[in-house]
């Protein structure tokens, strides 16, 4: 079993030719609302695939609750472990909203707006401990408090994969449970800093420098050129298939999703890494995150 610990959102998506620069305003079309929020993306990317996965995370009260968790129900995931909240620290809140602009070349831009996410922290999974003990691995990301991640890390007794996006300031011996950190070249660069080494260099340098700070295992996503795998065999590249792009969001998360599937089914981080680069590629050529996922019987490229 899976257990993904970790954001649910709503996602607002607006698409345009092209971004706006600072202070243009711009016309665009869609505004539908959809799921969305890194947790629920790679919950619902296993979950699709054919793993079975559990969601410690929390929503609001508020009407983008049920578009939010509509794909995760329809998955199969178990939600058992997300609550509703209503307020935190005495103020309303409402559930998690990513704004997102979509351009013609498929690239996009993402602003979070954290909402009831606030809640998962350190006693919230306290609370919720029972499914990420009893998980085979355990999958985290940084869209929850820091201490939430710290907390969900030692608890768990199965495998840990911690995909640090966005970078947030998480003590050291946590974040060294994960095997592997999955991170963009951005995201590396960030972490390095945060552990106080050199943020510099070529990829294979960046995961090197990784592996040397203590992880067991590093993987680094490369958007269209793949991703790397660092472990104790060295780093080797992993190519992704060519592909028209329609909409990039989501992808790394499908990538995360699809690479937990796989390892709890009993692949080497390498093979596992093979096809989570296929699913990431498959989900570029369809709009939206969590709509553009593939189930077991769907072809990948490649």
């Not at 950190?181 to 990829?203: K, T, V």
């Amino acid at each position: 079993m899976i257990t993904v610990v970790g954001s649910i959102n709503a996602d607002l998506t607006v698409n345009v030719e092209r971004h706006p620069l600072p202070g243009e305003t711009l016309l665009g079309g869609g505004g539908a609302v959809t799921a969305g929020g890194k947790g629920a993306n790679q919950a619902v990317a296993a979950a699709k695939l054919g793993a079975e996965v559990a969601l410690v995370g929390a929503v609001g009260t508020d009407a983008n609750a049920a578009p939010a968790t509509a794909l995760l129900r329809e998955a199969g995931v178990d939600l058992s472990h997300v609550e509703e909240v209503a307020a935190l620290g005495g103020e309303p809140v409402v559930t998690g909203l990513a704004v997102i602009t979509v351009s013609a070349d498929g690239e996009n831009t993402i602003i979070v707006a954290p909402g009831a996410n606030r809640a998962v922290d350190a006693g919230y999974v306290d609370k919720h401990a029972a499914p990420i003990a009893a998980a085979d691995l355990v999958l985290m990301q940084g869209e929850i408090p820091a201490d939430g991640i710290m907390r969900a890390a030692e608890l768990a007794r199965g495998r840990v994969v911690i995909n640090l996006a966005p970078v947030v300031d998480v003590p050291r011996e946590a974040l060294l449970r994960a095997d592997p950190l999955l991170a963009n070249e951005h995201e590396a660069g960030l972490i390095l800093e945060q552990l106080g080494l050199p943020a510099g260099g070529e990829p294979e340098e960046l995961a090197e420098r990784l592996r040397g700070a203590g992880f067991a295992s590093v993987v680094l996503t490369l958007g269209a050129a793949g991703a790397l795998v660092a472990d104790g065999e060295g780093v080797a590249h992993v190519a992704s298939p060519h592909v028209e792009a329609v909409d990039t969001v989501g992808a790394g998360d499908a990538f995360a999703g699809a690479l937990c599937h796989r390892l709890v089914a009993g692949d080497t981080l390498r093979e596992a890494a093979g096809y989570a680069a296929r699913v990431g590629a498959y989900s570029v050529t369809r709009p939206g995150a969590q709509p553009s996922y593939p189930g077991a019987a769907d072809q990948l490229p490649g």
